[in-house]
């Protein structure tokens, strides 16, 4: 009995060479086990290794190898052959340039992670001699979840608002702004407000909920966005109410 | 080739490197930093620790505990000056991440948990859920955002480091996007790329850890230290090597082999009850763990699968809230990529490679025989983890030595260095560039990095494995050497600038090659049996003979050149390591 093939069509482009994206089309071996990583793997050590795109852990946590397998964004290590058809078409992510084959330059999107200030802004200084900062499982529960986000950029790739607004902050970087202002630890939510809750931050997200569809961490970047849109309203309308309150 | 002026070069940016970044911000934010990394510096494998970072914090244990536990764990090839400074620091360290807002798993009262290792007497591993890496390294690179003196290089490889007259004074390296070479001129360079476990087939490594920053500092005339000593972690998944945490021992998980029955306690690591409990069974340290695995497949114990022998961790007595709390991620990989729910079924593992406790060799600043170089994290070797390293030592290693690494390096920069002729750099740069051009350039050759990759890889596994002997050591270094040659005809068959990673995987193998030979030779030369180092030909350790560090001296012609250099023993003189019941 041979062995069962599949087909891969992957998307090549050189910017030295080609003029346009092509598809390329190559034929792996099939294996119940193997997800589509493993067969771009094969393609690259056994039939061609021109092919460039990124991996590295195989575990779905370092987050390099975000593609679109048959029209969906996932993490090449985490998508399985077994559940797609005969035929596999890889693409890079889109919403980026593609800096070649399934490399996209995601310049933009560390600019944006940067620009929400994702870092702690404590509460009280303290000397590390005298101890952690005290935290309930409670209150690590508040900011948990927001904390998974790989940075893997299929959120990106998914939004229709970053497609039409590139401006826009965008889903990963504002869950992450939101991991921080929930942390009880941390005092920093009007600094990173002015990003957040500029025209580029929230009020862009027009809720479509496809980043939430898409995360392989099920981080919900969708619901970190309506609720800081909750709590920006809640301090506008504060300021009004109370001016001697500092924001 | 552009010249990019900076006072401190970092390669890598994992937990090590970021680490030593901020340390340098830190001491003088005057200081300009180039960290420079062949990756992202979230996508360095720092990212998949899983289980956790050791440091003394709970009423219940010591310094001392944690520094028996670990010298003991080591077979007493650890320096001890370097451990008990570790030991001391690690604390510290671990609260200063929590300070820039580390998620650690809590007590109820808000301090922060602990959980129980292998080898260790008391619990004292700092956890964030199975993902401690992932967030440690996260929490690093977040935090590095704040300091404007730190400018990030993503994606360029480091080739070469300009060392003249023993003085170290940049690097060069590839910038991916463009495929041009740049040299980093600076007073000094760390290097912080992490481990090589990708010379071997099967291993918990990703992709990125061809130990580079190792080769790089061996052919600059660094000795690699120790490098026989390659730990193998137990419980990794079959297949993939994907790791299963250690951590989910210390929650109380058991090893089975075919027949239902904890076979560890056939080896000097029982009685089976009560469990769980410390330093015993499958809380024994990894390479005993390891070593146990081979001698039950011996005998037939084992389970064979298509992906090669197996024996069983069974975690279904945690049940599935405690799984879900502590240990999602586990689930999560195994109900992925095996089929298999911990909570119903047991978890088909196997020893995998996992890490490399030799590396570029330090003193306890991180600094090397290099002047203005240091290295910190899994490429060095300080050495706090001798023949085996205890599990979650390796995450504080990072941050103890990362942050040792900076200040050091800062300190170093401030002072004032003396010019050197800058002809002799370019020239150094050059001759680097040169190198790279000539491999981008060939036409024709006949082996494939693929192909000699593979080759290098069975090389090691038939050779090097948990268990070795002079024959198969022999053969292995043999092996290593034909393949150096047959990569001299290494063919290149992408002739693009961008994003070469056709180019970029025969630099790596190159790294690769080094590396291998560099632990085979060693382990071939250490005559006894240490920790990770098993030779069946001389399974005792000889401590009138051996206790002692290796160095591996490149040659660019041969085989390194082996010597030795003492281990520094402060209290704790060198013993039987005892666990299980006869500790007790």
Known sequence: ?247 | MQTIHTDIAIVGAGGAGLRAAIAVAEVDPTLKIALISKVYPMRSHTVAAEGGAAGVIKGNDSFDNHFHDTVAGGDWLCDQDAVDLFIHEAPRELTRIEHWGCPWSREPDGQVAVRPFGGMKVERTWYAADKTGFHLLHTLFQTSLKYPSIERFDEYFSTDLIVIDGRCHGVTAIEMRTGQVHLFRSKCVIIATGGAGRVFPFTTNGAIKTGDGMAMAYRAGVPLKDMEFVQYHPTGLPGTGILITEGSRGEGGILVNKDGYRYLQDYDLGPPDPWPRKKAMELGPRDRLSQAFWHEQKKGRTISTDYGDVVHLDLRQLGEAKINERLPMVRELSSSYIGVDPVYEPIPVRPVVHYTMGGIDTDVDAATSVEGLYAAGECACVSINGANRLGSNSLTELLVFGARAGRGAAKFAMCGVAETNDQQIQAAAQAAEDRILQLFRRTGGTESVSGLRRDMNDAMEAGAGIYRSEDTLQACTETLQQIRERYKDVLLTDKSNVFNTDLIGALELGSMIDVAAAMACSALQRKESRGSHQRLDHPERDDAAYLKHSLAHYSATGLPNIDYCGVMITRSQPAERVYGGAQE
Request: aromatic fraction near 10%; glycine fraction near 4%; include cysteine.
């Open chain 1, 1 to 247: 009995m041979s062995e069962r093939v599949i087909e891969l069509d992957i998307l090549r482009y050189d910017p030295e060479q080609d003029e346009a994206p092509h598809f390329q089309t190559y034929t792996v071996p099939y294996r119940d086990d193997w997800v589509v990583l493993d067969a771009i793997n094969y393609v690259k050590d056994e039939l061609d290794c021109t092919l460039s795109y990124r991996w590295s852990c195989h575990m779905a946590v370092c987050g390099s190898c975000g593609m679109i397998v048959n029209g969906e964004p996932v993490l090449a290590c985490h998508a399985f052959l077994r559940d797609y058809p005969q035929k596999i078409r890889i693409e890079p992510l889109q919403n980026f340039p593609v800096e070649r084959d399934l490399v996209v330059v995601m310049d933009d999107f560390m600019d944006k992670l940067s620009s929400v200030k994702p870092y702690l802004v404590a509460r009280e200084e303290k000397d590390v001699d005298d101890g952690e900062y005290l935290q309930t499982p409670a209150e690590l529960a508040q900011f948990k979840q927001y904390t998974a986000c790989i940075n893997c950029l299929l959120c990106y790739s998914a939004c229709p608002q970053y497609a039409l607004t590139e401006s826009f902050v965008g889903p990963a970087a504002l869950a992450l702004a939101h991991r921080y202002n929930l942390d009880s630890r941390d005092v920093g939510r009007s600094v990173r407000e002015d990003v957040v809750a500029s025209n580029s931050g929230i009020w862009e997200c027009s809720f479509v909920g496809a980043c939430s569809e898409v995360c392989p961490k099920t981080v919900d970047p969708a619901a970190a966005i309506q609720q800081t849109k909750i709590a920006s309203t809640g301090d506008y309308f504060l300021k009004f109410l109370m001016p001697w309150k500092r924001q």
